[in-house]
């Protein structure tokens, strides 16, 4: 997401798409993040998932997860300027789809919904302003449960008697609690995923082979690739290890047999798909 890299629009890839997706059970992908950037955003789309998890689970161990995933992503987010990057890319991925609305192969109905669906999501994150953490971050009780958040078993019944209370609280009284707090992080949350939605369908998979289990690929700078995805099939007992940046990648597939075991690399062809974002 970083650079002018030219895309395909998601909106013109519909039968390839839907062939992909018909296998995708059969699939495990694997993503590596080739920015900082992209670090960040990945990082916070997953404590976002992991986050809606929990939140919809009525168990106090479920409201702990939960509101773990909330302080990880406030303390991402209060490390640097993530919204004003997140409204960098939502601007830049509306410039990019609207100069599709003279294609003749773009399905104008889809295009049109991703483009309000980008305006909206926009309009939501300027809407919340650069200080629409304060809350958040001032909040005593949150701030409790951060601190000793950090301590191993820190957030003990006898260390923390006010989250041991409200932890024993109703769920909907929890879960108001918790929806107050995610208002704040959802346009900002909601953002993330849906750029990380377009980034990933902005490329078609292609068969590759990795000899002895390796596979090098150099990159063109001037494509600013923030993104690999490796998809492997489910039961091939395989991963693969991605080290790289912006120049160059190199995969290494791992067999795994158990977990007390060390893994090892493959020295066999091993065929995957891989997609450059």
Known sequence: MDGNKTQTPVVIQTAETLAQSAT???????????AERMRTFLRIDYLYQHLHHH??????????SAVAGILDIVSILTRGDVRSDVLKE??????????YQATEQVDANRLRGVLDNLHSLRSQL?????QYLQGLKESEFLNAI???????????????????HWLR??????TRDMQTWLKVLRPLCDSVSEL????????????????NGVYQQTLDRKDAIVLLRVSLPSDSGLYPEISGGHHRFTLRF????????RPVQAEREIQFLLATC
Do not use: K
């Open 24 to 34: 995708a059970d059969s699939m495990v992908v694997y993503e590596q993040p080739l």
């Open 126 to 130: 300027n809407a919340v302003g650069p």
């Open 90 to 99: 939502l601007e830049r991925q509306i410039m990019l789809l609207n100069s």
């Open 254 to 261: 791992m067999e795994w047999s158990a977990a007390d075991s």
């Open 146 to 164: 951060r601190h000793r958040s950090s301590i191993p078993g820190g957030t003990c019944a006898f260390d923390l008697p006010d989250y041991s």
């Open 55 to 64: 939140v919809q689970h009525s168990s106090s161990w479920a409201s702990r």
């Open 196 to 211: 990380l939605w377009l980034l990933r369908l902005s490329r078609q998979p292609s068969n590759q082979v990795a000899v």
């Open 169 to 174: 609280q109703s769920f909907e009284r929890r």
